[in-house]
């Protein structure tokens, strides 16, 4: 299994390692230190990344830092004759990033099918709220006109993290940046306490937003070739 650290966190597993096993010299430049913890190994790299056996999980979740409720947004699909597009948004607790960012949700972009519905089944189970559109191309061609994509899809993220926090209080929202300007003028409206954070590739740094990204690409897989409009 793999993931990635901050510094504060690759600090804090240093000390979770001494007291439970031992850390050992790295083997490749690449490397800042290897670990053993009862007969299984982790490799930490320089760039943040490590690497680890299934069963020191929990020892990398003990070492992660999360703070408050987040919700994140994300889609997934182009529409039109390719299929449907499906827009998703999450909540999660700090709890529930650590145990997901524990068992590889950032590093999750290529995985097959399989591990795909066993990730979604965790995030369904974990999350506090969540909620997924799915807009057909037959539904797309009576609304879409050239040039308003990004204003619908900014409509339909606001649609499913208002539905989200309808049963949530967060502190923040999280979504990757598609046309930022949309995205702040429409979800101004959602909360003044509420901040919200729009960067590109957010799911690559935000466990709630991989989350979002997950329960939407699951979504559009198996409703590809179905009329189903909303789940």
């Known amino acids: 299994m793999s ?34 913890i009862r007969g299984y190994m982790g490799i930490v790299y320089s760039s943040g990344k490590v690497v680890y056996h299934k069963p020191l999980a929990s020892v990398i979740e003990e070492a992660l830092i999360e703070e408050g409720m987040e919700i994140g947004s994300d889609e997934a699909g182009k529409g039109e004759k390719t299929g449907p597009i499906v827009v998703a948004s999450v ?13 590889g949700l950032l590093e999750s972009k290529s995985i097959p099918q399989g591990r795909l519905e ?22 797309l ?10 204003e619908l899809l900014a409509k339909w993220h606001f649609e499913v993290i208002s539905n989200v926090l309808s049963e949530v209080e967060a ?20 909360s003044e306490t509420i901040k919200v954070v729009i960067e ?11 989350a979002a990204s997950l329960l939407a690409k699951l979504s559009y897989i198996k409703n590809e070739k179905r009329g189903i409009k909303w789940s």
């Open 3 to 36: 993931t990635w650290l901050k510094e504060e966190e690759i600090e804090r597993l240093k000390i979770i390692v001494k007291s439970k096993g031992e850390i050992k010299e790295p083997k490749s430049p690449w490397e800042s230190f290897r670990f053993h």
């Open 141 to 150: 061609s009576l609304i879409w006109k050239k040039g308003n994509l990004n």
């Open 91 to 103: 909540a999660l607790d700090p709890a529930a990033r650590k145990r997901l960012r524990s068992r």
């Open 200 to 210: 590109p590739k957010a799911d690559e740094k935000y466990a709630v937003v991989a």
């Open 171 to 190: 502190s923040r929202i999280i979504i990757d940046s598609f046309d930022k300007k949309k995205l702040e003028n429409i979800l101004s409206s959602l």
């Open 118 to 139: 066993e990730l979604v089944a965790l995030i369904k189970k974990s999350a506090k709220a969540y909620a997924i559109k799915i807009v057909y191309p037959d539904e």
